[in-house]
């Protein structure tokens, strides 16, 4: 795959993506972005935290966009598309995560509605992880030959 | 507690000067030294609050402004805390003063701007989650404002025209501040036909960045007496804490809140928390209130302040502000000021002058912005990365 912009963030395997965070082996905490060391629940002192996959789908907690290109290190495309943001709730593990939003506006989403994890490039050429219509990953796949 | 006060307070006006932050806080901290009718050389305790966008200088800014009014042998501090600086400057400084080690200290934020949205610091910094979110998201800080915003929307049933309608109030309460940059009156309609920055938040929904100083001299009780102040103005609480994990707010500027699979979310969210150890510190609640400064980054977190404030119950804060509640002359004035939508955010100095309004509120010399009878007054923020701000003063 095209190089991710950050590493051990996310991953692609098999054409899904899935974000990568870390669960604490002593109170089954989970942290995205992925924490290593120690836990950061002050009731636990576990210090072994193990990579593991985040559900793929959540809710919409809340989204907006950037009207505007945002200023640098963020890299615009020429002509500048808003960026659609989203933060999804994933489902059982109580954490809000923030991503861009592939292929929807602002104008599609609700507050509530499920979305999944995809992948897309940002401007200068590196995968970031995003959020997209549920399925729509697996309906590009199968596009091909339907 | 023994008691420490307000003796004196202090501004430089906020706008886009282009001049070095030094000179505001200088000319603020004079101000606010006359206010007290107190000498510089009578100041034994310095506190800075740090600008980070002003190089060495504002990473020292209470030896800055220390050596500008001319070194005369102070104590110093200077501290960081985003948002939040200028009411760290002010516990550190009352720390001080109730731990017996000094009677007067002087606290002073300034910060020099550059035009537009807030840019993380250059370079290119990957271990960073401020530079992250940029880079990775594009996320400004307007972005997540527009979050809670839409998530108000969704759950509460506000609408734009609420959010547009905080602008009205907050500019109008603003046009009688001598210190605030944006002096004109505005119509719900001109704040609906500016520009989207953020869905569903416009540019005047939005509070803009600005030069401004900001200073206050504090002192102990006793120290006022033999000063011959009658009656000063006296800090009830500063409140500075912390969140409680797990957070499940997303704020600016982390890409995830804290998972709540092992550990329930806390009886508080943090804003609420913020206000909540005010109340305590104070032994007073939100009905005891007058008037209150809180944070408008944007229109519609001046919302959720209300709600976190326990004005009124969660949900109901456009309520309060359909029914004028909020507004000068209204049951419980909220940005008598101005609020940032009249300054725009000076960092280092806005808590500070936060303080300022509530003084001059509450020795009853905010002329045509005066909240009337105000006894109790309660300013309130929340800086990056886990910084509370609250300070409660009395009449
Ligand atoms: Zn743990």
């Not at chain 1, 905490?29 to 789908?57: H, I, K, M, Q, S």
């Not at chain 2, 915003?149 to 001598?178: C, H, I, P, Q, W």
């Not at chain 2, 957070?247 to 998972?259: G, H, I, Q, R, Y």
Request: aromatic content about 8%.
């Amino acid at each position: 795959m095209t190089a991710p912009v950050i590493n051990g963030w996310f991953t692609v395997d098999g054409g899904t993506a899935h974000l990568l965070g870390t669960r604490c082996a002593d109170c089954r905490t989970v942290y995205f972005p992925p924490r290593t060391g120690f836990c950061r629940n002050p009731y636990c002192d576990g210090e072994d935290l193990a990579e593991t996959r985040l559900p793929r789908r959540g809710t919409v907690w809340s989204y907006t966009n950037s009207c505007y290109p945002p200023p640098a290190p963020f890299v615009t495309a020429d002509p500048y598309v808003p960026v659609t943001l989203a933060a999804v709730e994933l489902a059982g593990t109580g954490i809000v995560v923030l991503g861009q939003v592939k292929d929807l506006t602002v104008d599609d989403l609700r507050v509530g509605m499920e979305l999944e994890l995809t992948t897309g490039p940002l401007a200068d050429g590196p995968l970031v992880w995003m959020w997209g219509a549920p399925g729509a990953t697996a309906e590009r796949q199968n596009g091909e030959s339907s | 507690m023994s008691d420490v006060v307000i003796l004196g307070a202090g501004m430089h006006p906020w706008g886009k000067w282009g001049r070095p932050f030094v000179e505001y806080g200088v000319a603020a901290a004079r101000a606010a030294l006359r206010d007290a009718g107190l000498e510089w050389t009578d100041v034994r305790f310095v506190v800075g609050a740090d600008t980070i966008r002003n190089g060495y200088p504002g990473f020292v800014a209470g030896a800055t402004f220390a050596q500008a009014m001319g070194w005369n042998g102070a104590r110093i501090a200077s501290c960081y805390a985003a948002c939040a600086s200028g009411a760290q400057a002010l516990d550190i400084a009352r720390t001080r003063i109730l731990a017996g080690l000094c009677d007067v200290a002087l606290v002073v934020g300034a910060d020099s701007t550059p035009k537009g949205f807030f840019a993380p610091v250059g370079g290119d910094r990957p271990d960073d989650p401020d530079w992250l979110r940029f880079r990775l998201l594009g996320a400004t800080n307007p972005a997540y404002f527009a979050l809670y915003a839409r998530r108000r929307m969704a759950l509460y049933g506000d609408t734009a025209e609420d959010f547009a309608a905080v602008k009205v109030k907050n500019a109008l309460a603003g046009s009688a501040n001598e210190n605030a940059r944006y002096r004109k009156t505005v119509t719900a309609a001109q704040v609906l036909a500016s520009p989207l920055v953020a869905d569903p938040l416009r540019l005047m929904d939005i509070c803009a960045t600005s030069d401004g100083g900001a200073a206050l001299v504090l002192a102990s009780a006793e120290f006022a007496r033999r000063h011959g102040a009658s009656r000063p103005v006296r800090l009830a609480a500063v409140s500075t804490v912390t969140p409680s994990f797990p957070s499940t707010v997303l704020e600016l500027p982390d890409f995830a809140t804290d998972s709540t699979a092992a550990v329930p979310p806390p009886e508080r969210p943090f804003r609420a928390a913020i206000a909540h150890a005010a109340y305590e510190e104070a032994a007073l609640g939100p009905d005891d209130l007058s008037f209150a400064e809180v944070y408008d980054l944007s229109t519609a977190l001046e919302l959720d302040w209300v709600e976190d404030l326990g004005l009124c119950a969660r949900g109901e804060a456009a309520k309060l502000l359909r029914a004028g509640d909020t507004a000068l002359g209204g049951r419980i004035p909220v940005n008598p000021s101005g609020g940032l939508a009249s300054f725009g955010e000076a960092v280092p100095a806005q808590a500070i002058a936060q303080v300022c309004e509530l003084t001059w509120q509450l020795r009853g010399v905010a002329g045509a912005r005066q909240v009337e009878g105000a006894r109790i007054g309660l300013a309130i923020n929340q800086g990056l990365f886990g910084h509370g701000s609250s300070i409660i003063a009395t009449s």
